[in-house]
């Protein structure tokens, strides 16, 4: 049974240059968040969908960011343009509603501006 | 200016001791209180959960214990092995399902 799965697993970009990160939830997981995490902040929450609907995107850093899940197998973080405090990895975590609280996390995204 | 990352608090345990990492939650209003466990390289892990109305309940080699008087979680690990080398962060998960997590302590096994 796959799990959460990102995509890339690493990119190194120039500041300036737009970033996209995929993701695809666990099948059948109707919550889905994305994560930062930093050695400055830990593990942030940016932004969470239920039901392919954005709930709460307080987390979002700025209007650089945004973030989208067109279906309910697909979702995008997207930063436009990358500065260099952007680097950290990007994680994507799924859950079905009503139960626990249990994500089920991806291996991440670490992303590198230069 | 140098950046300053977090200071993660670290706990060293001897392999086959118990270990007992602590954490203090901030919203009284969550419902479910989590640990998940990460390696080097890896995403977060779930360990076990626990509801707000209960303060105790375990599972395989391990104990979570929930003091909502003092907003203090931990988790108890018996019998610690070299593989329990990680980072354990808890978790609240508050209203419609927003999940955040504590800053983490890594635990260090030591053969």
């Known amino acids: 049974d796959a799990g959460v799965i990102q995509s890339p697993r690493h990119e190194v970009t120039e500041m300036g240059q737009e970033v996209t990160l995929r993701c695809k939830p666990i099948s059948g997981h109707n919550s889905l968040f994305w994560y930062r995490q930093t050695m400055m902040r830990g593990l942030e929450l940016l932004i969470y969908f239920n039901n392919n609907v954005p709930i709460d995107d307080s987390g979002m850093p700025e209007d650089r960011f945004s973030a989208k899940m067109p279906n309910a197998s697909f979702s995008t973080l997207k930063i436009q343009p990358s500065e260099p405090r952007d680097s950290a990895v990007y994680f994507c975590a799924s859950s079905q509603v009503q139960v626990t609280g249990e994500l089920f996390f991806g291996e991440g995204s670490r992303l590198t501006v230069l | 200016g140098e950046s300053v990352g977090l200071h993660l608090p670290t706990l060293s345990v001897q392999e086959g001791d118990n270990s007992i990492i602590n954490c203090a939650y901030s919203?009284?209003?969550?419902?479910?209180f989590i640990w998940y466990k990460q390696e080097s390289g890896k995403g977060p892990q779930f360990i076990i959960d626990i509801r707000s109305n209960m303060d105790k309940r375990q599972g395989q080699r391990v104990t979570v214990l929930l003091n909502k008087t003092v907003k203090h979680l931990s988790l108890q690990i018996a019998a610690t092995q070299p593989g329990d080398s990680a980072v354990y962060f808890c978790?609240?998960?508050?209203?419609?399902?927003?999940?955040?997590f504590g800053t983490g302590t890594k635990l260090q096994v030591i053969p």
């Open positions: 978790a609240e998960k508050g209203g419609y399902q927003k999940v955040t």
């Open positions: 919203n009284s209003a969550s419902d479910y």
